[in-house]
């Protein structure tokens, strides 16, 4: 779930506050990719598989062993 | 695990360390599920441009063992706090100037490939005037898309109070004693004028948007919200209407009960000099080390602490006074004092979970000299503390205190009771003196020339 996209989050971001910032930030900057999550979620649904969200470049290694103990 | 460290009730909901006291010392743990973090924030650069501007604590890793030792990573020390101050005890600018600092501090962190996880007002203090980010384990390791976790945080504890300051009343920051966790956004919502739900000032947004956004999705379970993504730009873009927004936010006080105290009194200016040479002089005589001033009003007096290199808190209960000495201090980048807005028939409360998050007013203390100038009748006549209960509080507070005694006689006073009945046959000199004298030993008393006030220099029994 989360941490795959956000590590582990102690505080609770809120969904509301999470759009609010989407609004803030000007939709252009962030409509493409939430356009290529959405279309990976429909593929997926359409082929029957399990939806996997890309996995950030950066952070494969670490969001393997961080998981919580 | 030693058993003289103690963990600080003030820091236990991040799991990535806390802090903890051990032989009088603070030390920070830094926890092994935080270590990826801590090594990155030491080694991309971001803990060295952040402690160079002045905008984090620095502090030096240590061998010290750690308080839990199954959870460490490392012991680090970290630069000293001269006082421990909370939101709810700043002026309008200092509120302002923390909110400003935590954006730039949050841009800086993602140009070195960190976000930073939370934006509580309570990781912001003051050292030497300024504000400082006091949470070295605040950053997180970024990932592309992220969003700030810590958006919502920025508008409670930040947002919020400054556009109610601004926009309503000042008093409404005193909202953040009851709301730990900052004022609600619906509660900000309804308060705020109409005028704010209109046009791009960005609290439409901000507040009101977002206040009725939350309603929405407050009892849907999560759809999806973690597959929402925003690009590094789109957050930065973000953080600048953020800045763009607090910095448009101004509170100018119009002329309240104090703020022209010092053209009002009956003092000359020969006197306040002569005042201020008094209060100088009992000050070298004690060298204290650390000072309250309580009733400072713009801290006139509270220099003759600061200007000898003592940390002075220059306290009143009057935000524009307290805003007029920031202003003053940071204008001209004076050390060693900080104005705080705290109200002495009330003082801060311990509040937060165990009323352990947050200390009380006086648990921050004691200190070695307290001061109450020109504060008495306010406390003893206007308030009506018994002189003996005025006496036992500043003896608890410090080792040492001068003490200004106001006459009935003085023009203040008169002032005072000319709307009340007087009921304090003891507020005179001699009461004065047998009152104190249960608390304190006399070390000093001289009549404050041109005036019919009486400083004293009392050494705590």
């Known amino acids: 779930m989360h941490h795959i996209l956000f590590n582990v989050r102690y505080l609770d971001p809120g969904s509301g506050s999470l759009l609010i910032q989407l609004i803030a930030a000007g939709f252009l900057g962030s409509i493409a990719i939430l356009m290529k999550m959405f279309w990976g979620r429909i593929k997926a649904f359409f082929k029957g598989e399990k939806y996997v969200p890309p996995q950030p470049e950066a952070s494969e290694e670490e969001t393997i062993d961080e998981q919580p103990k | 695990m030693s058993n003289r460290s103690e963990k600080l009730g003030s820091s236990f909901r991040d799991p990535s360390g806390f802090i903890f006291k051990r032989d009088g010392k603070l030390f920070r743990q830094v926890n092994l599920s935080y270590q990826k973090e801590y090594d ?20 030096e890793e240590t061998k010290e063992p750690p308080a839990d030792t199954a959870l460490a990573y490392k012991v680090i020390r970290p630069q000293t706090v001269p006082f421990i101050s909370y939101p709810y005890e700043w002026s309008f600018s200092q509120l302002k100037d923390a909110a400003l600092l935590t954006l730039e501090v949050a841009k800086q962190a993602l140009s070195k490939g960190m976000i930073l996880k939370d934006a509580s007002a309570y990781n912001i203090q003051f050292i030497d005037g300024k504000p400082i980010l006091i949470d070295t384990l605040s950053f997180d390791t970024y990932r592309e898309g992220a969003l700030w976790d810590g958006y919502r945080q920025f508008c409670q504890h930040f947002l919020a109070p400054l556009a109610l300051a601004s926009m309503v009343d000042i008093r409404l920051t005193q909202l953040l004693r009851v709301y730990i966790d900052g004022i609600p956004l619906d509660l900000a919502d309804k308060l705020l004028p109409g005028k704010t739900k209109f046009g791009l000032s960005g609290l439409a947004l901000h507040i009101h948007m977002h206040a009725n956004l939350q309603k929405q999705y407050a009892d849907k379970p999560e759809t999806g919200s973690s597959t929402l993504a925003m690009g590094k730009a789109a957050q930065i873009n973000m953080l600048n209407g953020l800045t763009k927004t607090v910095s448009d936010l101004k509170w100018e006080p119009k002329g309240t009960e104090w703020g022209e105290y010092y053209s009002a009194t009956n003092y000359s200016s020969d006197s306040l000099k002569l005042k201020g040479e008094i209060v100088g002089k009992m000050i070298d005589r004690v060298k204290p080390v650390s000072l309250w001033d309580l009733g400072a009003n713009n801290g006139l007096f509270s220099r003759e602490g600061s200007k000898r290199g003592i940390f002075t808190v220059a306290s009143d209960i009057d935000p524009v006074a307290v805003e007029k000495n920031y202003l003053a201090i ?129 050494k705590s029994k």
């Open chain 2, 330 to 458: 940071k204008q001209t980048a004076e050390k060693s004092i900080l104005p705080l807005v705290i109200d002495l028939t009330n003082p801060s409360a311990a509040i937060g979970w165990a009323n352990q998050e947050r200390d009380s007013f006086f648990q921050r203390g004691p200190v070695d000299m307290v001061m109450a100038l020109a504060l008495i009748h306010h406390i003893s006549i206007s308030n009506n503390v018994p002189l003996g209960s005025f006496a036992a509080t500043l003896a608890s507070a410090g080792k040492w205190a001068i003490v200004e005694f106001v006459p009935k006689s003085d023009s203040q006073v008169k002032r005072l009771l000319a709307t009340r009945k007087d009921i304090f046959p003891q507020y005179t000199e001699e009461g004065f003196e047998a009152a104190f004298g249960e608390y304190f030993k006399i070390e000093q008393k001289e009549k404050v020339p041109g005036s019919e006030r009486t400083l004293y220099l009392l």
């Open chain 2, 40 to 59: 990155r924030l030491m080694s991309s650069g971001l803990y060295k441009l952040l402690t160079e501007k002045g905008w984090l604590v620095s502090h």
